[in-house]
């Protein structure tokens, strides 16, 4: 019978951690956003309201600003984008000169991975 007490307390420690563990990882990862992610618009506007307590009328302005200020970022970052990729297959051609054969290989699945994810960012934006 001890026994048996035993391995229940156990499972129920357990128990207890993964269930610890689910809500502090739910309260890490709300905080958290993938790397090199800016935040949206909707969450500055949402944590300047909550932390300035603005009211109706000025969460309104502050959403006008926050949507000119993206819109103007990113008309910036269109117009960078031709330097930015110059500069970035550049690099990758430096890269590749350095390598051996079979190393060449695997970069080159790396670009296509790298260039993916900045176009899955692009369909986000």
Wanted: contains cysteine; glycine residues 6%; hydrophobic residues 40%.
């Amino acid at each position: 019978m001890k026994r048996w007490k035993a391995v229940l307390g156990i499972i129920f420690i357990f128990i207890l951690g993964a269930i610890a563990g689910g809500i502090i990882s739910t309260a890490v990862m709300r905080q958290c956003r993938p790397w090199g992610r800016p935040p949206s618009r909707e969450e500055v506007v949402r944590k300047l309201s909550r932390k300035l307590d603005l009211d109706a009328g000025q969460r309104a302005q502050v959403e006008v600003i926050v949507n000119d200020a993206h819109n103007q970022m990113r008309a910036m970052r269109l117009e960078d984008q031709p330097k930015i990729e110059s500069i970035l297959t550049d690099a990758q051609a430096k890269i590749r000169s350095v390598l051996r054969p079979e190393q060449r290989q695997s970069f080159d699945k790396l670009v296509v991975k790298w260039k993916e994810r900045r176009e899955k960012m692009k369909k986000g934006n």
